[in-house]
């Protein structure tokens, strides 16, 4: 009976040491859980309150999501009218633009970066973008999953290039017509003063001419041309 005793004890333990280990992992198991779902949430809230364009779209072309900023930055107000062809977000005339070039590299190297253009769903305003294309991979074998992008309004900074490039385009304007005036300037000056010598020349030829002697008239009307002349 001792005996019998002895082994149920032993049983019993090796039965809690299991069921505690396993307890043990269970918690550890639930509290990683917890921490991967709270990750996702602060990721979420990080997706939701970027104010850039965040958008995700299968590796065929067709966005699945979008996060507010994004759809209040285009026009739409809904998840299912983001639910649309990526080409859809492109002005019809950079399209095929899109597709010969960023596309291939994308597919490629992995990743695209450069300027791009979305446009409108309401206006079909054109929106300059600063945007970065990548896969969405998986983390063990690396298989491309999804398409991703964030996006950037560059509105501001393109308005602001603008304003310096008129403001350079002035200056440059400014400029030349300042290095025209003093040329002027200095041609008037340099004209000026021979004209002065005639006129004043003219005029002592005048006064040199005799009074009392005739036939001069002609001589005198020629000077007084001379001088007008020089005086217009």
């Known amino acids: 009976l001792e005996e019998a005793r002895s082994e149920l004890e032993t049983k019993v333990q090796e039965r809690t040491a299991e069921l505690a280990e396993s307890i043990e992992a269970l918690l550890a198991e ?127 900074r393109k308005r602001a290039e603008e304003a310096l490039q008129k403001a350079q385009t002035d200056l440059a304007h400014v400029t030349r017509v300042s290095t025209m005036g003093e040329m002027a300037a200095s041609i008037a000056h340099e004209v000026n003063q021979p004209l002065a010598a005639i006129v004043t020349n003219g005029n002592a030829s005048l006064h040199l001419l005799p009074k009392d002697v005739a036939g001069l008239e002609d001589v005198r009307e020629a000077i007084d041309c001379m001088i007008s002349d020089a005086m217009r």
């Not at 921490?35 to 966005?63: M, P, W, Y």
């Not at 300027?115 to 294309?133: G, N, S, V």
């Open 30 to 156: 639930i509290a990683e859980r917890k921490r991967a779902e709270e990750e996702s949430r602060k990721l979420a809230s990080l997706v939701e309150n970027s104010t850039d364009f965040i958008g995700v779209a299968s590796l065929e072309g067709k966005a699945t999501f979008v996060n507010g900023s994004g759809q209040a930055m285009v026009g739409l107000e809904s998840d299912d009218e983001a639910q649309v062809d990526i080409l859809e977000y492109l002005p019809p005339e950079d399209r095929d633009w899109f597709q010969q070039h960023i596309l291939p590299a994308l597919q490629r190297d992995g990743t695209w970066e450069g300027e791009t253009r979305f446009r409108h769903f309401k206006t079909d305003a054109t929106i300059p973008m600063l945007q970065h294309i990548f896969f969405i991979k998986e983390p063990v074998t690396n298989r491309r999953l999804a398409l991703a992008t964030i996006s950037r309004d560059i509105s501001q």
